[in-house]
């Protein structure tokens, strides 16, 4: 499934704005402002989704999806002529 790169670029500003990354164990839904929390949620949820055969936890696909996020973001600046 494709998320366009404004929804990738979104998802990774309020992530790096919410998250802070020292914290041993954090649920997203509670760090995540309300308000950006739908889009968040959809964008993660895209990126994470288990393939068939896939049976790896939530957690392990979730930290995937936010490396893939980045790389989306990191992707697109490089390609954008400036």
Same mark, same amino acid.
């Given at each position: 499934m494709r998320i366009g790169v404004v929804a990738a670029e979104a998802a =990774? +500003?309020?992530?790096?704005?919410?998250? $802070?990354?020292?914290? @041993?164990?954090?649920?997203?839904?509670? /760090?995540?402002?309300? #308000?950006?929390?739908?889009?968040?949620?959809?964008?993660?949820?895209? =990126? +994470?989704?288990?393939?068939?055969?896939? $049976?790896?936890?939530? @957690?392990?696909?979730?930290?995937?999806? /936010?490396?893939?996020? #980045?790389?989306?973001?990191?992707?697109?600046?490089e390609s954008t002529p400036a």
């Amino acid at each position: 499934m494709r998320i366009g790169v404004v929804a990738a670029e979104a998802a =990774l +500003a309020t992530f790096a704005r919410n998250v $802070d990354l020292d914290e @041993d164990d954090y649920e997203f839904e509670s /760090l995540i402002n309300p #308000a950006e929390w739908p889009l968040f949620s959809l964008v993660l949820d895209t =990126l +994470a989704a288990a393939d068939p055969g896939d $049976d790896r936890p939530l @957690d392990e696909r979730r930290a995937d999806a /936010l490396r893939d996020l #980045a790389r989306i973001c990191l992707a697109a600046k490089e390609s954008t002529p400036a």
